[in-house]
């Protein structure tokens, strides 16, 4: 072939990309959420009408509670994807002041809801809403907008990483005081997971570590029910019908699924055997009624958004869009982990939700904003680890 074939070649090769159309955000991600929030308005109808009709006279209530929350997560979803993460940047500060002003709020009376030992609520009208949600996201992108002007100083300890564990520190402070012990947990597991990628010196975080484990072993062993949570996750079987009831009403209802469940809405568990069972244990009742392979089906889900959401940071334009992506990707990936895990008795019981299947109007609408941003840096032509890459070599 002639040296002026090839180049004509070329030549209409680029012609044809520029004209191939261009997708804007990552179809894949995009399906997989919509699929797993859609999934969720059916099994939540699916595990909650029998006890919504017995004790509430509706057994539509908790439908319609979700469908709205779906509604108005899809609504900040497509926001968010609209504003775009760029824009999104310059309002993370008074996101972070809005999130700590409302994990304030639920300790004044008449604002604060109390629920299950608990004061994690604030009621609006005949609405509840659960700060700790919107909290999550606020330090994810207070910790990528710092990681991305810090990216230079991250190795050293008071400048690039005493900040960061300052923030969560005050974070995980007033979340304590609710007490919220998982969200903490969760956040502070993210944290380090995002300084390790930004390149933070080991020993700081073993350090760190190291120091924390007693404040935290402490925090468990003078909390009682923390330590029968850890008692009942070694041995459920022991009290099944007391402290390990949950555990083991969640065992019994996968067990009954098997490969393909017992049928939609054939669930047994959830006639008043298995304790929120359109809450924190949806995932039960979907390995009951649709056994193994649907809930393998949602596991997969659940990684195809965590693969698309840490492509979305490999290809992102700037630093604040690669630890944005991979920060959020990170908490609904950590958060999936804790849920599945608690359901199958790998983890000790925990109030956590399922990110977009779980009942619950916070939830659900935090979990929609998360992967409207991870959405909109999916869009992006760069490649900011790319090109790190490339200047440390």
Known sequence: MTASAVAGARVARQRAEQLRPVLRYDPVLLAAVLLLLAFGVVMVYSASA????????????????????????????????????????????????VSLALLLCVHLPGLGHSAGGATRWL??????????????IALVLWLARSLARKQDRIRFFSAGFLPHLVMLGVFGTLLMLEPDFGTTAV????????????????AHLFAVAGAAAPILAALIWKSPYRVQRILTFLDPWKDPRGHGYQTV?????????GS????????????????????????????????????????????????????AAYAAADAFGCWAALGLTLLLGVETLVNAGMALALLPTKGMALPFLSYGMSSVIASCLAAGILLSVSG??????????????
């Open 123 to 136: 009621r609006l009208g005949p609405m509840t809403f659960q700060p700790s949600e919107l909290t999550k």
């Open 249 to 257: 009403e969640s065992l019994l209802a996968f067990g009954a699924g």
């Open 380 to 393: 992006g032509p760069g490649g900011f680890l790319r090109r790190a890459a490339g200047a440390q070599r």
């Open 187 to 202: 956040l502070g597991t993210v944290t380090f997971a995002l300084l390790f990628a930004a390149g933070a010196r080991i």
């Open 260 to 311: 393909f469940g017992v049928g939609l809405g054939e669930s047994h568990q959830k006639l008043f055997f298995l304790p929120a069972a359109h809450t924190d244990f949806i995932l039960s009742i979907v390995g009951e009624e649709l056994g193994f392979a649907g809930v393998a089906a949602v596991l997969l889900l659940f990684a195809a958004v965590v693969w698309r959401g840490i492509r």
């Open 50 to 97: 029998v006890y919504a009709g017995a004790r509430l006279g509706d057994p539509l209530w908790f439908l319609k509670r979700q469908a709205v929350a779906a509604l108005v997560g899809l609504a900040a979803l497509l926001g968010a994807m609209k504003l775009g993460y760029r824009r999104l940047e310059a309002l993370v500060v008074p996101l972070v002041f």
